[in-house]
């Protein structure tokens, strides 16, 4: 990119990232997923039903382990750094890196030229902006080493949408922002 950014405002998104990614729970869920395939295989292949013949102790077992795995993991909405750059004829929603698992790491960069943004709006029961249009989006990996690669995992260009949470940014006025900088236009959503 050789244009220089008009403004940008640096900011705190809300992203969903795993929960949990000890060691300790990936080894468990790979088990645990491993045993449910050889089971289902086994009562198709044999015709046989090897849960129930572990006995009560097998069952109680997995049981336990599906409410460990079902309580620690998932998702949660955490903190990840982005920036809303501005430029003369577009912005570029920017995150510098973004966890999505265990050793996937990965920065996202979304463009959308003004005159392709076809509606934006701030849903307050959400916290959530979303601008939609024509976007282009582009994702590069990170290596496990911490280097970025240089050819992207990811690109397309596609009718889309720009959209972020404000959740750990209150302070921020997204509406003002976005229209003091930009020509779009913010609808204020309250459902």
Do not use: W
Request: with cysteine.
């Amino acid at each position: 990119m050789n244009d220089k950014s008009i403004y940008t405002l640096a900011f705190k998104d809300g992203r969903m990232m795993p929960r949990n990614e000890s060691a300790s729970y990936r080894l468990i869920k790979k088990v645990f997923i491993i045993f449910i395939i050889a089971t289902l295989i086994g009562n198709i292949v044999f015709g046989k039903d090897f849960f129930t013949e572990l006995g009560g102790g097998a069952g109680v077992c997995v049981l336990i382990t599906a409410i460990y795995l079902i309580k620690t993991g998932g998702h949660e909405r955490k903190e990840c750094d982005c920036e809303l750059q501005f430029y003369e004829d577009y912005v570029i929603f920017y995150v510098p890196k973004h966890h999505i698992g265990y050793k996937n790491d990965k920065m996202e960069v979304q463009k959308m030229y003004y005159k392709d943004v076809k509606n934006a709006e701030y849903r307050v029961n959400t916290r959530k902006i979303v601008i939609t249009g024509d976007l282009e989006e582009t994702h590069y990996k990170y290596l496990e080493n911490g280097i970025l690669e240089e050819k992207p995992c990811y690109h397309k260009k596609y009718d889309g949408m720009i959209k972020f949470y404000a959740v750990f940014e209150p302070q921020i006025d997204f509406k003002k922002e976005i229209e003091a900088h930009s020509p779009i236009k913010v609808e204020i959503k309250s459902t």
